[in-house]
């Protein structure tokens, strides 16, 4: 449980409600969380779906990991507590993008099961669709490709505490979506993700 150390602070509600705001936008709000190991492929589908989506015009907005710890969360290094903190802080501003009509779509590691679930009741205590998506590449496929030579430098002892080698990941137990890249085109990925929004009723067919 996160303390709130603010006092005399008060929720302003405003003047528009979520359903005017959505209604007015012709768009409905929610977001696809991608958890998997380093290399998966969790950020190049999250691109290619914003593109596809934006390009369709309907809002789209991907929040990356490594992209999130340029500024929000450039304080926080990678111990267990900082990870929690990192995820807790993108579960509420994805919230918001999901408030405003957006598609959030988050691209991170997220290797603790507890994290994630505390991000799908944020979303499920204020009302919003919270789609996990498990892309799910096995360990061997995500170190050969290795783009940013990261699991070489953990195997060598360089870099501690790295998911899948020496720091657990905790896999999905009911994520709304599955997705393996081994041999799998892009395009393919995001045409699964679409059908999955249509079929939340998140995106209207065609």
């Given at each position: 449980?996160?303390?709130?150390?603010?006092?005399?602070?008060?929720?302003?509600?405003?003047?528009?409600?979520?359903?005017?705001?959505?209604?007015?936008?012709?768009?409905?709000?929610?977001?696809?969380?991608?958890?998997?190991?380093s290399a998966s492929g969790k950020?190049?589908?999250?691109?290619?779906?914003?593109?596809?989506?934006?390009?369709?015009?309907?809002?789209?907005?991907?929040?990356?990991?490594?992209?999130?710890?340029?500024?929000?969360?450039?304080?926080?290094?990678?111990?267990?507590?900082?990870?929690?903190?990192?995820?807790?802080?993108?579960?509420?501003?994805a919230k918001l993008f999901a408030?405003?009509?957006?598609?959030?779509?988050?691209?991170?590691?997220?290797?603790?099961?507890?994290?994630?679930?505390?991000?799908?009741?944020?979303?499920?205590?204020?009302?919003?669709?919270?789609?996990?998506?498990?892309?799910?590449?096995?360990?061997?496929?995500?170190?050969?490709?290795?783009?940013?030579?990261?699991?070489?430098?953990?195997?060598?002892?360089?870099?501690?505490?790295?998911?899948?080698?020496?720091?657990?990941?905790?896999?999905?137990?009911?994520?709304?979506?599955?997705?393996?890249?081994?041999?799998?085109?892009?395009?393919?990925?995001?045409?699964?993700?679409?059908?999955?929004?249509?079929?939340?009723?998140?995106?209207?067919?065609?």
């Open positions: 449980m996160i303390e709130t150390k603010p006092t005399n602070i008060h929720w302003h509600e405003g003047d528009l409600s979520r359903d005017e705001r959505w209604k007015a936008l012709g768009t409905r709000g929610a977001t696809l969380w991608f958890t998997g190991l950020s190049t589908i999250a691109s290619a779906l914003e593109q596809t989506l934006v390009n369709k015009g309907i809002n789209a907005y991907r929040l990356d990991g490594d992209n999130v710890r340029h500024g929000l969360n450039k304080n926080l290094g990678f111990s267990a507590e900082d990870r929690a903190e990192n995820i807790r802080r993108i579960g509420e501003v408030d405003s009509g957006a598609i959030a779509l988050t691209s991170f590691i997220s290797p603790y099961r507890a994290d994630r679930d505390l991000c799908r009741k944020l979303h499920d205590d204020a009302g919003l669709g919270f789609i996990e998506v498990f892309v799910d590449t096995p360990l061997e496929v995500c170190e050969q490709r290795d783009p940013k030579g990261l699991y070489k430098k953990a195997r060598a002892g360089e870099i501690k505490g790295f998911t899948g080698i020496d720091d657990p990941y905790e896999a999905p137990e009911k994520a709304e979506l599955t997705i393996n890249t081994e041999g799998r085109s892009v395009d393919e990925c995001v045409a699964e993700c679409l059908k999955l929004l249509v079929d939340r009723r998140v995106l209207a067919k065609g």
